[in-house]
């Protein structure tokens, strides 16, 4: 699947979820559940999912030597619809949202939003998720007019209770979202026993820029770096050690989530492969101390308009190459070992990076690494791609970094 079909396909973290299981299933990977037993064959590819929105693939050669972890992220900022989502005070129906995650709240409005995410409902006497997608144009965010604001171009503080509550229309709209959802999801709506939905927009993912070199989209932060993680893991040949895709939900709210980085997921995942491979617990511990872990998320480039918000020396931009991601305060893992270690990977993919450092006097922000570095102990690098507006609703990168991302997961699945 193409990044931007990926990105297309994906509005919500259960959704990406979905499409990087139907690559692995396409590709032979065999599904795990956390639930049953597991039988594991050297050569063969796995995976499993927790909770609909993390997944963890795995490949295992003979004899592995250690881990070759490539952790993303895939949810992104939005807006999540409370219980009984509607309000209909006086003449219109709007969806009463919370805010999830660090978003650009400006980014959201005028522009067509709609919902997707999943509903719970009782099948065959088990609880199980269908996903929702309501593929249409379907709600709104009008801004408050220039005339009743004067002061609307001077900076404006936005209250998500009392701003952000998109628009489903007149009274003629009212019951149709839990309607439109259980629709979607194909299930009758008095079946849905509850649900995790989410706003998106509803712009898809395009390519600009005078030479075609920037694409413009929807949650590049971070599936742009699951997809460059899965198709690296889709091409690579695979070498002495045991390849793992990690992909956590909940980083935009603290990854402090059982389907989290800082959850035992991955760490469970490998203590149960220890067993399925009959390791020693000495061995299982030499193969940690030679493991390592390649967090990617994405992070900063240089903006056009405020080149001072940037280090003075590191300055990353679009189509400048991977990017590796340095902080003192270890917010961003990487340390003089790990850079060392993604320079040598990158030599060995053939591909450029560049350096991203805060502003010392600018906090920044995190991403997995520190997070998922607390379940296991493996030397950590902080990589990803550079992009401007994060957490914009619509975000911008470069066209031509994609592949360099690529090619680094693969060279690093494939070390001997
Ligand atoms: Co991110």
């Known amino acids: 699947m193409q990044l931007t079909d990926f990105l297309n396909a994906s509005p919500t973290a259960f959704h990406a979820v979905e499409n990087v299981r139907k690559a692995l299933e396409g590709a032979g990977a065999v599904p795990l559940s956390e639930k049953d037993a597991w039988e594991i064959q050297a050569g063969r590819t796995y995976y499993v999912i927790r909770n609909g929105s993390a997944l963890t693939a795995f490949h295992i050669p003979e004899s592995p030597k250690g881990f070759r972890v490539y952790a993303a992220h895939t949810d992104s900022p939005s807006f999540k619809l409370k219980e009984n989502p509607e309000t209909a005070e006086g003449p219109y129906v709007r969806l009463n949202v919370e805010g999830y995650g660090g978003m650009l709240m400006s980014t959201w409005f005028d522009r067509p939003l709609s919902v997707a995410g999943r509903v719970i409902v009782k099948e065959d006497g088990e609880l199980r998720q269908k996903l929702v997608l309501i593929d249409r144009d379907l709600l709104i965010l009008p801004s408050l007019a220039i005339h009743m604001n004067r002061e609307a171009n001077s900076g404006y503080s936005y209250n998500v209770q009392k701003d952000m509550l998109p628009l489903l229309g007149c009274a003629a709209s009212k019951g149709q979202l839990l309607k439109q959802a259980a629709e979607s999801a194909g299930v009758r709506e008095e079946d849905v026993l509850d649900y995790d939905l989410f706003l998106y927009v509803r712009e898809p993912a395009r390519v600009l820029g005078g030479a075609g070199e920037l694409i413009a989209a929807p949650h590049l932060d971070d599936l742009e770096c699951v997809s460059a993680g899965l198709e690296g893991f889709l091409s690579a ?33 490998m203590r149960r492969l220890k067993e399925c491979l009959g390791c020693s617990e000495e061995r299982y511990q030499r193969m940690i101390a030679d493991s390592f872990l390649l967090s990617a998320d994405n992070g900063h480039a240089l903006h056009p308009n405020h080149p001072e918000k940037c280090d003075p020396v590191n300055r990353p931009v679009l189509n400048g190459g991977l990017l590796l991601k340095y902080a003192a305060s270890q917010r961003y893992t990487t340390d003089g070992y790990a850079g060392a270690f993604v320079k040598e990977l990158c030599r060995r993919a053939g591909v450029p990076f560049q350096v991203f450092v805060n502003r010392s006097d600018l906090p920044g922000g995190s991403t997995l690494g520190s997070h998922a570095v607390i379940q296991v102990p493996f030397p950590t690098a902080d990589i990803g791609l550079a992009i401007l507006a994060m957490h914009s609703c619509y975000e911008t990168g470069g066209v031509w970094d994609y592949e360099t991302l690529v090619k680094t997961a693969a060279a690093f699945f494939d070390e001997q």
């Open 237 to 269: 040949s695979f070498g002495g050690y045991i390849s793992v895709l990690a992909f956590f939900d909940n980083e935009e709210v603290g990854s402090r989530t059982r389907q989290g980085a800082e959850s035992t997921f991955l760490s469970d995942v």
